[in-house]
T-cell receptor
């Protein structure tokens, strides 16, 4: 079945790096996404990675994909208090239908 | 800027009435739009997939007569919650599939609509 798992909570200090992990189940997923959700707001697409890539870097964000282990991670360098939010990973299971993880709440303290 | 606009962002309605939420893709044509529901502190649940010009495909357990979806044009999909009840109170988010600058298929989300049924 479809199941995307994330750790529920992560706390870091400002300036540190944050690593948010995600495991997914559908090996046929074409795209894997990271979204950010701030309180009371919709989802903001942060980045995505195509399944034939191992890594993608976009400014402070680095996405690593281990297809063998079906493991996806998002690294945020130099984490700021404005990065505090809930981060969702999502996999594309076909026809662009997304299955979301449970979300990881990132808390950045000064 | 936003590429998917959702309206209204907040709505309060009386129990038994119907409420319509609009989802518009800006600057791109969305042949497929998706509607999600999010309960507090939970992940998103896909309600239905909407293809332009055809009937929506509903996920198991979602009442199609209660959540009416119309995708009449390539830039607009609407979700109508009919005969709303307090348990329908939730955060509803739409998304639309489009092409990003790199040519890849990307899904963009609207800002979401808070529905409160009193």
């Amino acid at each position: 079945g479809e199941d995307v798992e994330q750790s529920l909570f992560l706390s870091v200090r400002e300036g540190d790096s944050s690593v948010i992990n995600c495991t997914y189940t559908d090996s046929s997923s074409t795209y894997l996404y990271w979204y950010k959700q701030e309180p009371g707001a919709g989802l903001q697409l942060l980045t995505y990675i195509f399944s034939n890539m191992d890594m993608k870097q976009d400014q402070r964000l680095t996405v690593l994909l281990n297809k063998k282990d079906k493991h996806l991670s998002l690294r945020i360098a130099d984490t700021q208090t404005g990065d505090s939010a809930i981060y969702f990973c999502a996999e594309n299971t076909g026809f662009q239908k997304l299955v979301f993880g449970t979300g990881t709440r990132l808390l950045v303290s000064p | 800027g936003a590429v998917v606009s959702q309206h209204p962002s907040r709505v309060i309605c009386k129990s038994g009435t119907s409420v319509k939420i609009e989802c518009r893709s800006l600057d791109f044509q969305a042949t497929t739009m998706f509607w999600y529901r999010q309960f507090p502190k939970q992940s998103l649940m896909l309600m239905a997939t909407s293809n332009e010009g055809s009937k929506a495909t509903y996920e198991q357990g979602v009442e199609k007569d209660k959540f009416l979806i119309n995708h009449a044009s390539l830039t607009l999909s609407t979700l109508t919650v009919t005969s709303a009840h307090p348990e329908d109170s939730s955060f509803y988010i739409c998304s639309a599939r489009g092409r990003d600058r790199g040519g890849g298929n990307t899904i963009y989300f609207g800002e979401g609509s808070w529905l409160t049924v009193v």
